[in-house]
């Protein structure tokens, strides 16, 4: 890896246009989808392998089970400790599958949006650059989340909106909206929309307000899913 390397991966996350103009000229993506990869696989795997990480993966796949009116028996109880030591394996699997699925369905999404619009002419080979250098992002929560939540002892997102508003009860509707909006996916999509901006050669704003627009309304539908299933 040369030095435009690492300086494309901190000006993603601190001049972004300018990272994403040199990405839209030379698109190449497997260094940053594989480094992107080792960080959250390392962290991951790191704090599930703690007695810490296993107690509090299975206390929220027990609170998850609760939250939608499922009542956890003894013997279901016993088979999710079972499974507690494979964490970090799991773990793994699963970071080593969903960021490279999710770079290239947003990147098709991307593509069919843009053609739809007229504005089409990117390839996909720059889309999907594009797309994997804003996971730098995501691979940078996963480097903050996993020690905050080793020292608080809990899975719960620490850059949700649920987070500045303690006040809110977790089990009511806008608590769940608080708490299915994270601070870091909305940086992430803000970001992405830059580079697409680039790319596309359209202004940065209406991007910006349609990708984070449709989070919201998926965080509310989210959310009001589990309401209903919690009644």
Do not use: C
Not at 143 to 163: E, G, N
Not at 190 to 198: D, F, Q
Request: hydrophobic fraction near 55%.
């Amino acid at each position: 890896m040369d030095a435009s390397f690492f300086a494309r991966i901190v000006g993603v996350m601190f001049s972004p246009r300018a990272a994403y103009a040199a990405v839209v000229v030379r698109p190449r993506a497997f260094g940053v989808l594989a480094l992107v990869l080792v960080v959250s696989i390392a962290s991951s795997s790191l704090f599930f392998s703690t007695e810490v990480g296993r107690e509090s993966a299975l206390d929220q796949e027990v609170r998850a089970a609760e939250a939608v009116g499922r009542e956890i028996s003894d013997q279901t109880y016993a088979r999710m400790q079972a499974l507690m030591p494979d964490a970090p394996y799991l773990s793994a699997a699963y970071v080593l599958v969903f960021f490279p699925l999710s770079a290239l369905v947003v990147s098709g999404i991307v593509m069919g949006a843009f053609k739809l619009t007229a504005s089409g002419g990117a390839t996909f080979k720059q889309v999907f650059a594009v797309v994997a250098h804003s996971l730098v992002i995501l691979g940078l929560q996963q480097l903050f989340i996993y020690p905050v939540d080793y020292l608080k002892q809990s899975l719960s997102s620490p850059t949700s909106v649920a987070v500045f508003l303690p006040f809110l009860d977790d089990s009511s509707f806008p608590g769940r909206i608080a708490s299915s909006i994270d601070l870091m996916l909305v940086w992430w999509l803000m970001n992405l929309a830059v580079g697409l901006s680039v790319l596309y050669r359209r202004r940065t704003g209406p991007i910006a307000l349609t990708m984070v627009g449709l989070y919201a309304a998926l965080a509310l539908v989210f959310a009001a899913i589990r309401t209903v299933l919690a009644a």
